[in-house]
């Protein structure tokens, strides 16, 4: 059974860091593009970053602050955000592509997590 479970959310302060996971079961992550996206309260859902072997994709509101990987051993993909701003508050979801190349369009993606909750706040 295909599943992609998110953790490593939580409360930051404006410039800290968090590290998310997305640990995939059911398939193996190597042969699809693996995209993290992001909701805020009344805002549609955006996409953040994307990863397939050799490619990424970042949106212009993170590019130098976020930095996708994905271990492919342990079936997992991460989120490295750094310098977090209040307006990353949203939760935080990574998804598996329909399509073999990477992007982040909601589109895009048949299988999501449940989401995991980032706050940013002093």
């Known amino acids: 059974q295909l599943q992609l479970v998110e953790s490593g959310g939580g409360l930051v302060q404006p410039g800290g860091s968090l590290r998310l996971s997305c640990v995939a079961s059911?398939?193996?992550?190597?042969?699809?593009?693996i995209a993290w996206f992001r909701q805020a309260p009344g805002k549609e859902r955006e996409g953040v970053s994307c990863?397939?072997?050799?490619?990424?994709i970042y949106a212009d509101s993170v590019k130098g602050r976020f930095t996708i990987s994905r271990d492919n051993t342990k079936n997992t993909v991460y989120l490295q955000m750094n310098s977090l701003k209040p307006e990353d508050t949203a939760v935080y979801y990574c998804?598996?592509?329909?399509?073999?190349?990477?992007?982040?369009?909601?589109?895009?993606?048949?299988?999501w997590g449940q989401g995991t909750q980032v706050t940013v706040s002093s």
């Open positions: 998804a598996r592509s329909r399509r073999p190349l990477c992007s982040i369009r909601p589109a895009d993606f048949g299988s």
């Open positions: 059911g398939f193996t992550l190597t042969y699809y593009p």
């Open positions: 990863s397939r072997d050799g490619t990424t």
